[in-house]
């Protein structure tokens, strides 16, 4: 949520600050802006909309230097407009700031800065960081010395980068609650500094990274110098920058969505090579003994959006598998519901971007009532990552698309195992089981690859939805949270609105809105529940509603009842939820497509929600 950047080396400023924004646009796209010391000058450029508008607007404009910072936002305080824009700076515009999170207590410090003769051009939180600034220079302090005066007022999250004509060569940073890289390169024998938010904007110039900590702060000049608020200076060491050009790079696709959706079955083997080796259930990097997690009493799982999705299907996993109580739910709920807890509770915290503002609040909320806290991330060295006392590495590799598809089968796989390895250590699986399991598991890359075989047919069915004003989605036990995925998937990219419905459900109320018009997706593939939602296919359909069924291959008898049928590989019916979500991400991705929109780039949507 808002990309920072910042450059100090040898190339040309705007290239290098442009195509960092460019990599990180999936964090916000409503406007975007830098600032760069030019010909020994502040001179600052911002746009309403695209990174493409913003480089539109700098053909007109020279700009010469090798010290800079860069901004994309998603806004929070202010609607997008370039007066919103970042970056903001002092009035008479010697210093200018980027930021990323949300300064809470902007009013109160805005009404301080304004009886001083502050006038303030925008409606940010913002915008009272280079005020601020300003103020403690005027009362006679260091740039450096002011600059940590202005962190000690804020309260909040923020990741920030300022620049000033009062020092052109150093780009200072702070970070508090929202994340922030350093890293350096090298080119023609010169050392580069860069700064960003998330490391695919630093990829291929940075060769070493540090992710900074929560009350860091410093700058970047001929290195990179750290301290902590108390101004003492801080160790660090760097780590290798690892993640390469084509894993951030759509190649040959045209969006991310769908690049991502194809790579679901090589994600699918990555993790079972890793975690499945002759018959044993292997996590290594998970940091909770053994002796713990088999005398558990009890699991909640906190996580939002599709990750909670994920979450769902896992508390079935858990309970029916490792036979442990197990409860799932919004970390925006989680976190301020108080839950009723003992000792041998264990949190579980999924999360894709380990980012997620309310997911880290729930994460807090547990330590503050002395809970051991496990999560599930695919970043390691994320903010989640870190402040959990156990990890598991989801292993999908970057998501770019803001919305998550492969993240949420990786999710899926890696948790059921967990449970598997749960069941294992307490004693809840035969032998025989286990090895029927892993032979079956290890099906599902192919299986994947059958049903992303059938993208044509998928986009028949987007063809009829394309014009479509509402969609429902149904499933049971553990199709239900599919049905909850399908629906969110079509609605964040294509707009058309969609619920999905526990099958059993649909009777008490959501029955009433099928009409000819409102088509309902089935999720009915083989298993103890497919007779039921032959029933509920069976009302809808006596209510004129189209029906377009997901069923297992062969199943004629529900493909002769529907509209439309899509067929998945036949499967025990708990992992079906691994195979059944992928034509809904293909229909979702089509339909969004047919309708114009930007499937990367959801209207009023950023990847990594790091504000409440
Ligand atoms: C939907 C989507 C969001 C995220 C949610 C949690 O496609 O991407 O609903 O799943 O914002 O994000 P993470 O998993 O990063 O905590």
């Known amino acids: 949520?808002?990309?920072?950047?910042?450059?100090?080396?040898?190339?040309?400023?705007?290239?290098?600050?442009?195509?960092?924004?460019?990599?990180?646009?999936?964090?916000?796209?409503?406007?975007?802006?830098?600032?760069?010391?030019?010909?020994?000058?502040?001179?600052?450029?911002?746009?309403?909309?695209?990174?493409?508008?913003?480089?539109?607007?700098?053909?007109?404009?020279?700009?010469r230097g090798h010290v800079g910072i860069g901004h994309t936002r998603w806004a929070t305080h202010g609607e997008p407009s370039r007066r919103n824009a970042h970056p903001h700076t002092n009035s008479d515009g010697t210093l200018a700031v980027v930021h990323?999170?949300?300064?809470?207590?902007?009013?109160?410090?805005?009404?301080?800065?304004?009886?001083?003769?502050?006038?303030?051009?925008?409606?940010?939180?913002?915008?009272?960081?280079?005020?601020?600034?300003?103020?403690?220079?005027?009362q006679g302090l260091?740039?450096?010395?002011?600059?940590?005066?202005?962190?000690?007022?804020?309260?909040?999250?923020?990741?920030?980068?300022?620049?000033?004509?009062?020092?052109?060569?150093?780009?200072?940073?702070?970070?508090?609650?929202?994340?922030?890289?350093?890293a350096m390169g090298e080119h023609a024998g010169q050392k580069e500094y860069l700064l960003a938010s998330d490391i695919p904007a630093l990829v291929p110039l940075a060769k070493l990274a540090y992710y900074l900590h929560d009350g860091e702060w410093g700058y970047l000049d001929n290195g990179v110098f750290l301290f902590n608020l108390e101004n003492q200076h801080v160790d660090f060491s760097w780590e290798a920058v690892t993640i390469r050009a084509e894993d951030i790079d759509k190649g040959s696709y045209p969006h991310f969505m769908i690049k991502e959706i194809y790579e679901q079955p090589e994600i699918m083997r990555r993790i079972l090579r890793r975690r499945l080796r002759q018959n044993q259930i292997l996590f290594d990097e998970l940091r909770l003994s053994k002796d713990f997690l088999s005398s558990l009493g009890r699991i909640i799982i906190q996580a939002s959006g599709t990750s909670l999705h994920a979450g769902l299907v896992a508390k079935l996993y858990l309970e029916q598998r490792a036979h442990i109580e197990t409860t799932a739910d919004y970390s925006s709920e989680f976190r301020y519901r108080n839950p009723v807890v003992g000792g041998d509770t264990l949190v579980v915290g999924i999360s894709q971007s380990g980012e997620t503002a309310d997911t880290l609040a729930g994460i807090h909320e547990a330590k503050a009532k002395f809970l051991r806290?496990?999560?599930?991330?695919?970043?390691?060295?994320s903010t989640i990552?870190?402040?959990?006392?156990?990890?598991?590495?989801?292993?999908?590799?970057?998501?770019?698309?803001?919305?998550?598809?492969?993240?949420?089968?990786a999710e899926l796989l890696n948790l059921y195992l967990f449970a598997l390895y749960l069941s294992e250590l307490r004693w809840k699986?035969?032998?025989?089981?286990?090895?029927?399991?892993?032979?079956?598991?290890?099906?599902?890359?192919?299986?994947?690859?059958?049903?992303?075989?059938?993208e044509k047919q998928l986009r028949a069915i987007s063809e009829y939805l394309a014009d479509k004003n509402s969609v429902l989605f149904l499933g049971r036990t553990f199709n239900y949270p599919t049905a909850l995925e399908g629906a969110l998937k079509l609605k964040e990219i294509s707009y058309i609105h969609a619920e999905g419905y526990a099958a059993g459900e649909f009777k008490h109320g959501p029955i009433a809105l099928v009409t000819d018009k409102v088509p309902v997706i089935v999720i009915a593939p083989q298993g103890e529940m497919r007779s039921k939602m032959i029933s509920n296919l069976q009302e809808a359909k006596a209510r004129k509603g189209t029906i377009i069924a997901i069923i297992s291959k062969g199943d004629d008898e529900i493909a002769a009842l529907s509209d439309f049928a899509i067929e998945i590989p036949s499967i025990r019916e708990e992992l079906s939820p691994l195979l059944a979500v992928l034509p809904l991400q293909l229909i979702a991705y089509h339909t969004a497509l047919l309708r114009g929109c930007d499937v990367d780039k959801p209207r009023n949507l950023a990847k990594s929600v790091t504000v409440e």
């Open 373 to 381: 806290v496990l999560s599930f991330v695919n970043n390691l060295n």
């Open 1 to 63: 949520m808002c990309g920072i950047v910042g450059y100090i080396g040898p190339k040309s400023i705007d290239s290098v600050l442009l195509v960092g924004l460019i990599k990180l646009e999936y964090r916000g796209y409503d406007s975007a802006g830098l600032a760069v010391i030019s010909d020994g000058e502040l001179t600052i450029a911002k746009e309403k909309g695209r990174i493409a508008d913003l480089e539109n607007r700098l053909r007109n404009l020279e700009l």
């Open 142 to 182: 260091t740039l450096e010395r002011a600059f940590l005066a202005t962190l000690k007022e804020l309260k909040g999250k923020y990741a920030l980068a300022m620049i000033s004509e009062l020092q052109k060569e150093r780009i200072y940073f702070a970070r508090n609650g929202a994340p922030l890289i350093v």
């Open 385 to 409: 990552a870190r402040e959990s006392e156990g990890v598991i590495d989801l292993m999908a590799g970057p998501e770019i698309g803001v919305a998550s598809t492969k993240a949420y089968t």
């Open 100 to 138: 990323n999170g949300i300064i809470e207590n902007y009013l109160e410090l805005k009404q301080i800065l304004q009886k001083k003769g502050y006038v303030f051009e925008s409606e940010t939180d913002t915008e009272v960081i280079p005020h601020l600034i300003d103020d403690f220079l005027r």
């Open 429 to 454: 699986i035969q032998e025989e089981e286990k090895k029927s399991l892993a032979l079956e598991l290890q099906n599902i890359p192919s299986y994947m690859e059958e049903i992303l075989q059938q």
